[in-house]
């Protein structure tokens, strides 16, 4: 039977114990020559970069983050950014000159970068030119698209000349090894963290203003359409049916379509793009996840932190994360009836539903800030016994 600690602390989503780090890498908290990192990368709002680089900045001595554009200012994180034309090609050619001169007159220890293209790519070059070890932080698109792609052999190629790797969860951890052919020690497993402290209680379900609920990008790889259905087809057999979708995207227009098809204008509610969805999330008693493709989003994370049931595909790392019937519905492969059927079977066992989402909450143990540091910690080991070497050889 599973459990919290067979779930969310089994060995499969720890990089290791700390007395196998430092037989792993020779490289301990004492050592350690990773101390001054450059973060390149180009985070779109604040939230970001209080996930992807706000724990790497409590794990190292300083970090710059060099990024297209500056937010509000995080504690211990330095930021810059070039000029914004508004023109792309030309943005990129002024972060490329940015990161060139950055990262030489700097004189920083180690580069990280998230997603390969573009930034892993600057990263990889100033790591290169500055005989300093580079980190990619994966969190899907790499490794499920451009990898596997007619053009994947040069892609995998770029991503084995990083000296560590990250991804979101198990199943990519062991794709990078056994497709990518990157040693399992120089891969990691990087949390996509929420701050645990956001989250309330949850709420009894009659004071749940929605019964379903989604999230995220409209666009063609979230199927929105596919939610629409299936709100159709739970409220044929519970008519009182309340859901919402909170999300916007290049499919909006369709989707409204959809609901004025299905003649549920009523029932599904588009309040389009929420900055904080997490108070929907907690006014919820079903998450559902539509997604054709994705690593291991954060939407269903925040939604299990919430304590709100998810229904989802095993697509990604997400079938490392939910045990079907014990922390949420695993649908496999995913149809709008087979949805539809355990939404439904949610809704009408509230017990149930309680039970799962108690178990949902777990989650919060191994996604927090706290442990994405940890992560980090990790990834800064691999990168200082890279360090080592490449001195040692000089």
């Known amino acids: 039977m599973a459990t919290a600690e067979s779930v969310y602390g089994s060995d499969s989503w720890r990089n290791s114990?700390?007395?196998?780090?430092?037989?792993?890498?020779?490289?301990?908290?004492?050592?350690?020559?990773?101390?001054?990192?450059?973060?390149?990368?180009?985070?779109?709002?604040?939230?970001?970069?209080?996930?992807?680089?706000k724990p790497l900045a409590d794990a190292v001595e300083s970090t710059t983050l060099v990024c297209t554009s500056t937010g509000p200012e995080v504690d211990g994180l330095r930021q810059i950014a070039p000029p914004a034309t508004g023109y792309r090609l030309f943005d990129l050619l002024?972060?490329?000159?940015?990161?060139?001169?950055?990262?030489?007159?700097?004189?920083?220890?180690?580069?990280?970068?998230?997603?390969?293209?573009?930034?892993?790519c600057l990263g990889l070059l100033a790591a290169k030119y500055n005989r300093v070890p580079a980190h990619l932080g994966i969190i899907g698109c790499d490794i499920d698209v451009h990898a596997r792609a007619w053009y994947g052999r040069p892609v995998r190629w770029l991503i084995?000349?990083?000296?560590?790797?990250?991804?979101?969860?198990?199943?990519?951890?062991r794709r990078l090894h056994r497709s990518v052919g990157i040693p399992w020690h120089r891969t990691a497993i990087l949390a996509n963290p929420v701050d645990v402290d956001q989250f309330p209680d949850p709420k009894p379900d009659l004071e749940r203003r929605y019964d379903v609920v989604w999230v995220g990008r409209m666009t063609a790889e979230k199927q929105p359409l596919f939610f629409v259905?299936?709100?159709?087809?739970?409220?044929?057999?519970?008519?009182?049916?309340?859901?919402?979708?909170?999300?916007?995207?290049a499919l909006s227009t369709?989707?409204?379509?959809?609901?004025?098809?299905?003649?549920?204008?009523?029932?599904?509610?588009?309040?389009?793009w929420i900055e904080d969805p997490i108070p929907w999330y907690a006014d919820a008693s079903v998450f559902v996840l539509t997604s054709e493709r994705d690593a291991l989003p954060l939407t269903l994370i925040e939604a299990m932190a919430s304590g709100t049931v998810p229904v989802a595909p095993a697509v990604g790392n997400v079938g490392d994360l939910l045990v079907d019937g014990w922390n949420g519905r695993v649908v496999d492969p995913p149809t709008v009836d087979g949805v539809a059927t355990a939404v439904e079977d949610l809704l009408a066992d509230p017990d149930r539903s309680a039970r799962l989402g108690t178990n949902a909450r777990g989650v919060r143990d191994r996604f927090s800030y706290d442990t994405a540091s940890e992560d980090w910690r990790h990834v800064i080991r691999v990168l200082a016994r890279s360090a080592q070497r490449e001195s040692g050889e000089r």
Do not use: C, W
Request: charged content about 25%; cysteine-free; glycine content about 10%.
């Open 229 to 249: 259905d299936v709100v159709a087809a739970v409220a044929e057999a519970a008519p009182s049916l309340r859901a919402v979708m909170i999300g916007d995207g």
């Open 254 to 272: 369709a989707v409204e379509e959809r609901i004025a098809e299905r003649g549920l204008e009523g029932t599904l509610e588009t309040p389009g």
């Open 94 to 120: 002024l972060m490329t000159v940015l990161t060139a001169v950055e990262s030489v007159r700097g004189e920083y220890d180690a580069v990280v970068t998230v997603s390969l293209f573009p930034h892993g």
């Open 17 to 53: 114990s700390d007395s196998e780090r430092g037989a792993e890498t020779g490289v301990t908290e004492e050592n350690q020559s990773v101390d001054r990192v450059l973060f390149v990368y180009g985070p779109t709002n604040v939230g970001k970069i209080e996930r992807h680089v």
């Open 160 to 173: 084995r000349r990083f000296d560590a790797v990250s991804v979101p969860g198990p199943t990519h951890r």
